[in-house]
C-alpha cells in the first residue's frame, strides 16, 4: 500500500524550498504517513536495493548512530522500491548477521509512486533501482537539504549527522556555516544588506564571522 498525496507524479520532483509531498506507506514498522511526523527534522534516504553491500554498510552504520539522530529531534526513514517482505528478510539478515538491529522504518514502494516523486526515480526510468538519495525535511515539512550519490558510493553518516546540525544552527541563530562548520565553530553572519551597513562592518563585510566584535 502506498497513498501519495497527490497522485499525478508528472509534475517535477520537489526541490530544496518546496514542501515534501506527504504519503501514507507499509514499513517494517507499520503503516507510515509522513504528515505524522511534522515538528520533527526527517532524513529521508533511498537505497538501490536491499541485500546489497553498500547499503547493508551503510544501515548497519546508520543504526549505530540513530539514537543521535534522535537526540537532535530527527526521524530517519529508509525507502526502496523492494517489498515489504523483502525489507523484513533484510533487517532479520542483518540482525542475526551482525548482531545489528534496524530501528528505524523502511518504506515499501513497488509502485515506485514515492520514489518518483520525490525525484529519487527518473519517470520515464525502466530499471526499478532508486539512486542512492538523501532529503533532509524540516519540521514544517519542507526540503532544505537533497544528496544524489551513485550505487557505488556509500554516504558518510558523519557527514549526515554535520549536515542536520548546520541545519539547525542555522534555523535557532540565524546565521550561515561555512565549509566545513562543525558544531562549536565559529558562524558567518547574514550578508550586509545597504552601503551604510557596508561602510560601518568595515573591509570584511562581505564575511564576518561571529568570532568578530560588533562595530
Request: aromatic share 8%; proline share 8%; with cysteine.
Amino acid at each position: 500500500m502506498t497513498d501519495l498525496t497527490f497522485q499525478d507524479t508528472s509534475f517535477p520532483p520537489p526541490r530544496i524550498g518546496d514542501e515534501a509531498p506527504d504519503f501514507r506507506a507499509r514499513t517494517t514498522q507499520g503503516d507510515f504517513t509522513l504528515s505524522e511526523l511534522r515538528g520533527r527534522w526527517v532524513m529521508l534516504f533511498a537505497h538501490p536495493a536491499d541485500f546489497t553491500p553498500v547499503c547493508t554498510s551503510e544501515f548497519i552504520a546508520l543504526a549505530r548512530s540513530e539514537e543521535e539522530f534522535r537526540e537532535m529531534n530527527c526521524v530517519l526513514l529508509g525507502l526502496s522500491v523492494d517489498s515489504l517482505p523483502a525489507h523484513l528478510a533484510w533487517v532479520e539478515a542483518i540482525r542475526s548477521r551482525f548482531g545489528i538491529r534496524i530501528p528505524f522504518p523502511i518504506i515499501e514502494d513497488p509502485s515506485m509512486i514515492v520514489s518518483r516523486a520525490y525525484g529519487m526515480l527518473d519517470h520515464a526510468a525502466q530499471d526499478s533501482a532508486t539512486v542512492r538519495a538523501v532529503l533532509v525535511i524540516d519540521p514544517s515539512g519542507f526540503i532544505r537539504a537533497s544528496l544524489n550519490y551513485p550505487a557505488s558510493v556509500g554516504r558518510s553518516v558523519s557527514e549526515l549527522l554535520r549536515l542536520l546540525a548546520a541545519l539547525q544552527e542555522v534555523d535557532r541563530n540565524n546565521v550561515l556555516t561555512p565549509e566545513g562548520w562543525s558544531p562549536g565553530n565559529d558562524t558567518i553572519k547574514p550578508p550586509v544588506q545597504t552601503q551604510d551597513d557596508v561602510a560601518e562592518a568595515g573591509p570584511a563585510w562581505f564575511l564576518r564571522t561571529t568570532s568578530e566584535r560588533s562595530s
